[in-house]
């Protein structure tokens, strides 16, 4: 446990008061170590001890940054801090809280980061903490910062903002947050683009509420081509010109109005230049600038970027958070290749211009109705409509067999009524083949007659109407129906849900929709719309099919989705903790392979995401729950956005429409993924409120699985005895309800804390005992942990030959059900215990392995082990000064992860490698802060580094 601090001061001066609350803020928020409330608020240690010793006022800013580190209330603590400031007799001039007068290290403090905020009132917390920052600016110069902004920007003033509505963005209990007003506040506090893109970040996923704004499916292939394209070659010239002898990274921009033919120049031209040109691959996504569903906003390049990392290679752990993190990680894999992006639909310059590769040699095509001028430098290709010759050109290669008929202009005719509109020219090639017999005079008095008859202005309008008149009554009602879908494609299972049909039926409607061009294939065997046609489906559905026909539509399909069977084949033993889902109606994929369900869920995750979201919305409260329950293992491998979209959603649905269990699991859910993000604070309060809820409903079970994490949280924090009552407590817990796995648990992780107490016999049971209980259950991945942990006890207790088998056979496990978190921390212990045997080149081979892969997955927490553990190698080896190199790196990694064991720990091998090299002051430093940090963790090491310091002072007394 950390230290005490020592106050000065009578309990009666108001200084000595704001230092015993804040110290009692602390004890409340379970005593985090100084250390890591330092890395939480970016302040020294010091400065934070400091604050709570009463010997003198500290800066308002300190104030509101230890609270904050306390997950207090600030708004509640400024108040506070005025009231000690005025009864100490601070004078206005000269409060510490002055910026003018705050000292300069307070100055360059960075502004608060709002990524980590856990909910509404953690982030007004924070917006709070940014006033500060910025100098504590009243509410009417915010005010008029915001209106001089917004007035230049060209908003009437009858939209302006006044002083009270700002002042309302920095209170507390908030139900909702104004996200334009609340940027414009922010800007005007920081005018940073990147720190502002950090808190429209954060205000979509505070709280689960990321929009379909952040949920965009991105390709490393292109569209299928066209077939039957024609015209443009000036274009594709111009393009080729462009491209070739160019040593730096080319822009295109290909701009035009809707329906011209943009997409398809794009998709052809990048099919012909892969064709000449060596790319090492290809990125595709479409950015839905200019979709007219309000469901489909455009997307965030910050989701752009999450999709091309993991494309191209990385794991949903290691992408960073940040918008500019995410840019810079995107070229640096991108260095050193040739890549082709084609960035599909782009609204504008600001949502492109992270996207651009920098990269000698890549080319990146762009499709907008924009022309994005503020792209430089860029070749801008304006397209518009077909030339008449075209249009005849275009005509002629998509039905060449049709008769002309009576007029020898017909087809010129044809063309016309289409504006020699490509979308619309396409459409009508579409219903001119499915019209055996008719001559192209024929179809051009039928335009005519259309137009006259419906007033049908667009070349568009026309051709959608006349197409869609002559479908039959199945594929017309799926083109109704699919508009409904709210995700950006789909296939034919989900297509079949939506009309009620078999799956033959189904496949067969869709090959016709998009032969005539009515539905297009963003990849094969997925479906997709045009904007423009998807506008005209929504009208005919609303006009054609009644609201319980079209909500009973969105029930058959949201069923679809509940019953698929993917997570049952991936992870069976847990399959009691996920709801009974009743077989669907229509026909479902059959995902018992591992991997062919591995695949579906990779597919289908975007769409999963966003269904979760309609349904909370849309009056389908039980489906978004049961959704949150059943993705919960797959989205904790690493899809930490979408899991607090998916689980923050299934919050919302809960309390709306009053579910406490459902709400006691959606917190738990959220409580894990805070806490994976290190998030501790926002992950406690999530998960006690579930506990709590839990523990009302008389949910045994539901409880004991939070009171276990939040043993883990106190682990990591170095918080054991906590720990060990909170994995005593869930092992009761789990017991009473029968969850035998639950229990294997539990004693695995009591069985850890106790071994590193130094209570090993006690801790080797528990993990035999939990070994048993996996075993018998057939869980295979908790054997494999148990095994593990026996393993590292018994090292620790000396049993050297045990150890080693029971780690070669965990390892074994791991790397069967290629579970590599486990792999991961088996390899560290391994190489730990070949240390110990003295093989050091054994250990770091070990260590080194572990490192990488807890690197892969994004483990800080594991990655500060390893590091420590090839530092304790390299000394055994003889290679201090690698020692010294990792052990600094370990204690840096475990300093940010607020790990004080593993900085102890560093510590102690630091005070090895400098008493080595006869550094006897930096050995004796390191020896004492470890010795400090395991007297307060209450472990056997605290006694080993005694006796370390004990023989170095020793030493340098007969020197």
């Known amino acids: ?239 080729r010109r462009t491209i070739r002898g160019g040593k730096a990274a080319v822009t295109a921009v290909i701009e035009g109005m809707a329906g011209v033919g943009k997409t398809q120049l794009a998709v052809h031209a990048g099919h012909l230049l892969t064709r000449e040109n060596a790319f090492d691959r290809v990125l595709f996504v479409n950015l839905r600038g200019f979709d007219p569903d309000p469901a489909q906003p455009p997307a965030d390049p910050a989701a752009v970027l999450d999709g091309f990392l993991r494309l191209l290679g990385m794991t949903g752990q290691q992408i960073p958070h940040t918008l500019e993190a995410r840019a810079a990680a995107y070229r640096d894999r991108l260095a050193g290749t040739r890549v082709l992006v084609v960035l599909d639909n782009a609204a504008s310059t600001d949502q492109v211009r992270p996207l651009l590769p920098t990269a000698p040699g890549c080319l990146t095509l762009i499709t907008s109705r924009c022309g994005l001028a503020g792209l430089r430098p860029a070749t801008h290709l304006t397209v518009d409509v077909f030339t008449a010759a075209e249009a005849l050109a275009f005509l002629t290669r998509a039905v060449p067999d049709v008769p002309l008929g009576v007029d020898p202009h017909a087809a010129a005719r044809i063309a016309g009524r289409c504006g020699n509109l490509p979308l619309a020219l396409g459409l009508i090639t579409g219903h001119i083949r499915n019209t055996p017999g008719w001559t192209l005079t024929d179809h051009a008095d039928r335009l005519d007659e259309r137009h006259h008859q419906r007033r049908l202005d667009t070349g568009v309008e026309l051709a959608l109407d006349l197409s869609y008149q002559h479908l039959s009554a199945g594929p017309r009602r799926l083109l109704r129906l699919a508009a409904l879908h709210p995700g950006q494609d789909f296939d034919a299972y989900a297509a079949a849900a939506l009309v009620d049909a078999g799956l033959p039926t189904t496949q067969s409607h869709l090959d016709r929709l998009h032969r005539d061009h009515l539905l297009q294939q963003s990849t094969p065997g997925r479906y997709t719309f045009h904007d423009l046609v998807r506008v005209y489906a929504t009208i005919r559905v609303t006009d054609e099919d009644r609201p319980l026909e079209r909500r009973t539509s969105l029930t058959r399909l949201f069923d679809h989705y509940l019953a698929a069977t993917a997570m049952n084949t991936l992870h069976p033993a847990e399959a009691h903790y996920r709801p009974v889902i ?262 770091t081979k070990h260590h080194q392995r572990a490192l990488t892969i807890f690197r892969k997955i994004g483990d800080r927490y594991g990655e500060a082990w390893a590091l420590n553990g090839l530092g304790e190698a390299a000394r055994t080896a003889g290679h201090v000064a690698n020692a010294l190199t990792h052990h600094t790196a370990a204690h840096t990694t475990a300093a940010e992860t607020g790990d004080p064991d593993q900085q102890a720990r560093a510590h102690t091998g630091l005070g090895h490698a400098h008493h080595i090299l006869g550094n006897l002051t930096l050995a004796h430093a390191g020896y004492q802060r470890a010795l400090a940090l395991y007297t307060d963790l209450g472990v056997p090491e605290a006694e080993q580094v005694r006796t370390c310091l004990a023989a170095l002072n020793s030493s340098t007394e007969q020197q």
């Not at 940014?130 to 005010?143: D, F, H, N, Q």
């Not at 509505?165 to 506040?185: I, K, M």
């Not at 393993?791 to 088998?805: L, M, S, T």
Request: net charge positive; glycine share 10%.
């Open 1 to 239: 446990m950390p230290r005490p601090e020592r106050p000065l001061g009578r309990l009666g001066d108001p200084l000595a008061q704001l230092a015993a609350g804040l110290r009692a803020l602390r004890e409340k928020a379970d005593r985090p170590g100084y250390r890591q409330m330092a890395v939480r608020v970016n302040y020294s240690v010091a400065t934070l001890a400091a604050a709570a010793s009463g010997r003198r006022l500290p800066t308002l800013r300190v104030t509101l940054a230890y609270v904050a580190a306390c997950d207090g209330d600030v708004e509640e603590w400024e108040r506070r801090w005025w009231e000690a400031a005025r009864l100490s007799g601070a004078s206005a001039e000269k409060l510490p809280g002055d910026p003018v007068t705050a000292p300069p290290d307070v100055l360059t403090v960075p502004p608060p980061d709002p990524v980590p905020a856990g909910g509404l009132d953690d982030l007004v917390k924070r917006l709070r903490l940014l006033r500060v920052w910025a100098g504590e600016p009243s509410y009417e110069t915010i005010k008029d910062r915001v209106n001089a902004a917004w007035a230049a920007a060209g908003r009437p003033a009858g939209e302006l903002v006044c002083r009270s509505t700002v002042a309302y963005c920095f209170r507390s209990r908030r139900r909702r947050l104004d996200t334009e007003l609340v940027v414009a506040v922010v800007r005007a506090l920081n005018p940073d683009t990147g720190y502002v893109a950090l808190w429209r970040q954060a205000l979509r996923v505070v709280g689960g509420e990321i929009e379909a704004v952040s949920q965009v499916r991105v390709q490393d292939s292109l569209p299928r081509e066209l077939t039957g394209f024609t015209g443009r070659a000036g274009a594709l010239d111009r393009l």
């Open 582 to 843: 009743l077989p669907a109606a229509t026909a479902t994929p059959d995902l018992t392979d591992p991997d062919i369900a591995r695949e579906w869920l990779d597919t289908e995750r975007l769409t999963l995401v966003t269904v979760a979201a309609h349904t909370a919305g849309h009056g389908w409260p039980t489906h978004t729950m049961r959704l949150s329950r059943i993705l919960y293992r797959y989205l904790d491998g690493g899809h930490n956005t979408d899991a607090l979209t998916v689980h923050g959603h299934a919050g919302h649905a809960a309390r709306n429409s009053g579910d406490p269990t459902g709400l006691a699991h959606a917190l738990a859910d959220l409580g894990a993924v805070h806490y994976r993000l290190g998030r501790y604070g926002p992950a406690g309060e999530h998960l006690r409120q579930a506990m709590d809820l839990f523990r009302r409903a008389g949910d045994p079970a539901g409880e004991a699985r939070t009171v276990n994490t939040l043993g883990v949280i106190a682990v990591r924090s170095g918080h054991y005895r906590t720990a060990s009552d909170q994995f005593a407590r869930a092992l009761t817990l789990h017991r009473e309800a029968g969850d035998r796995a639950g229990e294997g648990r539990a004693l695995t992780n009591l069985g850890f804390v106790q071994g590193r107490s130094g209570h090993y016999r006690p801790a080797i049971e528990h993990h035999e005992h939990a070994l048993a209980l996996y075993r018998r259950a057939g869980n295979r991945v908790g054997e494999a942990d148990a095994l593990n942990g026996l393993g590292e006890i018994e090292r620790r207790f000396g049993q050297y030959r045990p150890a080693g088998d029971h780690l070669r056979q965990a390892l074994t496990l791991h790397r069967q059900l290629g579970h590599h978190s486990g792999e991961a921390w088996t390899l560290d212990s391994l190489g730990t215990l070949h240390a110990r045997l003295g093989e050091p080149a054994r250990a």
